[in-house]
């Protein structure tokens, strides 16, 4: 039987493909390369390029595939994007997961693991986040994420589907051995940002508000290492195996850093200058978010490895520094 892993050419669902390939697992790919990178497939995972929105084009890979279990990943996430655009987030995120659990329903697949976000809860009174805390996201990303959630919730009730939702924030760092990594175009994530910048492949940081109501007065945030993440996701995924009831989980390091703090341990790791310049507010963005993940460790019996955040950069820079244009072999002049 095999693994659906959606957005699996994506930064993180690529992760995902390798560590179960790691553990023997078969896997199956479903990516529309939008964002995804062609050359982050593992070549002995099935392929299929399309999108989860096609009806007819997902039916026909749980036809050819036997499918047992799914990884969702496919999803729009940029939270700036997000204010400006909501109704691609709604088609993409929402629709996409409409079809796709119908398309689950009628192959008889009964189990789900979700990429969700800590968005979800918005800025929250008190940190870190908990399960128990109530769902009031700020941007149009979280809440297409929340609806994603009542979706799944919907479904397994009507049809036994059973599901967990991994709720997490910002993650980062690269595999270990460096043959995957994070590559956006744009990109608009922190830490490879201030990698491309020790790189000389941006002149500066632009550090997006300065005057939150924190210590520096930079957003803080958790940050949790892409393995560390994964391994949650497969722990996940043995708890639907063994019975387990449909759930919601954080995942974070409990831990916060603000943004000068990132860029301050980089120039650590790097040895760079990294120069950094204060810009604007981004909508929708929180000053603080830390996620709690006692539930997590519990129940799931996650036990992240790579919680410093010297690791997490130090896995980045050697994905950055040995690929300085990503998967691109060559640089537009």
Excluded at 43 to 62: C, N, Q
Excluded at 75 to 98: D, R
Excluded at 316 to 331: F, I
Aim: hydrophobic share 35%; aromatic share 8%; with cysteine.
């Amino acid at each position: 039987m095999s693994v659906l892993v959606l957005g699996g050419a994506g930064y993180i669902g690529s992760h995902a493909v390798y560590q179960l390939i790691d553990k023997g697992e078969t896997v199956v790919i479903v990516d529309n390369l939008e964002t995804g990178q062609r050359q982050a497939i593992h070549p002995d995972a099935a392929f299929y390029e399309g999108d989860i929105r096609d009806i007819d084009f997902l039916r026909s890979v749980f036809e050819k595939e036997p499918i047992e279990e799914v990884i969702h990943f496919a999803a729009n996430s940029l939270v700036g994007e997000s204010m400006k655009n909501p109704l691609k987030y709604y088609n993409n995120n929402v629709y996409g997961t409409q079809v796709l659990l119908q398309t689950m329903i009628e192959h008889d697949v009964k189990k789900i693991v979700f990429s969700s976000t800590a968005a979800v809860y918005g800025e929250p009174e008190s940190t870190p986040i908990t399960e128990a805390m109530p769902t009031l996201p700020t941007s149009t990303y979280g809440e297409t994420k929340r609806i994603m959630e009542k979706l799944m919730k919907r479904t397994d009730e009507a049809y036994g589907v059973n599901y967990v939702s991994l709720r997490y924030f910002n993650v980062a760092g690269a595999r270990e051995t460096a043959e995957i990594g994070e590559d956006h175009c744009p990109e608009t994530h922190l830490v490879p940002i201030i990698l491309q910048t020790a790189l000389g492949q941006r002149s500066h940081i632009t550090i997006f508000g300065d005057d939150y109501n924190t210590p520096d007065g930079t957003c803080i945030r958790d940050y949790v290492h892409v393995e560390d993440l994964i391994d949650a996701h497969l722990a996940a995924l043995d708890y639907l195996r063994d019975g387990g009831q449909s759930d919601v989980f954080n995942l974070g390091s409990s831990q916060g850093f603000s943004v000068k703090e990132m860029i301050d341990a980089a120039r650590s790791v790097t040895g760079k200058e990294i120069p950094a310049k204060i810009g604007a507010r981004r909508d929708g963005d929180p000053s603080i978010l830390i996620a709690g993940s006692d539930k997590a460790k519990q129940v799931l019996d996650w036990k992240p490895a790579r919680t410093s955040v010297a690791k997490i950069i130090e896995d980045a820079w050697k994905w950055h520094s040995s690929h300085p244009n990503g998967y691109r072999k060559e640089v537009s002049t």
